[in-house]
């Protein structure tokens, strides 16, 4: 398991999907938030996982910051620490 994890906003399509690649090799984990697009947010978290890495997808409105505040909840409770947002 990894002790580094980071949390972006948009992960499944476009830019947000480039994440991995961001992530990979600096010993962090990814987790992400995504609103629209489950089947892109699993195939993000299949190709961090094929590389070696870990992720997590958690569904939330970007645009809402209750629904944030869970989604950095969620993502403590299922791995570790966050440590760069």
């Known amino acids: 398991m990894w002790t580094k994890w980071a949390l972006f906003t948009g992960g499944s399509r476009s830019i947000g999907a480039s994440h991995p690649e961001v992530t990979r ?3 962090a984990a990814l987790a992400f938030i995504y609103g ?3 089947g892109n947010a699993d195939e993000v ?3 961090v996982e094929a590389a070696g890495g870990e992720a997590l ?3 939330a409105d970007s645009g809402d910051p209750p629904a944030v505040n869970a989604a950095v909840t969620e993502t403590e ?3 570790a620490a966050l440590t760069s947002l």
Do not use: N, T
């Open 25 to 27: 090799g600096r010993c």
């Open 36 to 38: 629209a697009s489950p």
């Open 45 to 47: 978290v299949r190709a």
């Open 57 to 59: 997808a958690v569904r």
């Open 77 to 79: 409770r299922s791995s």
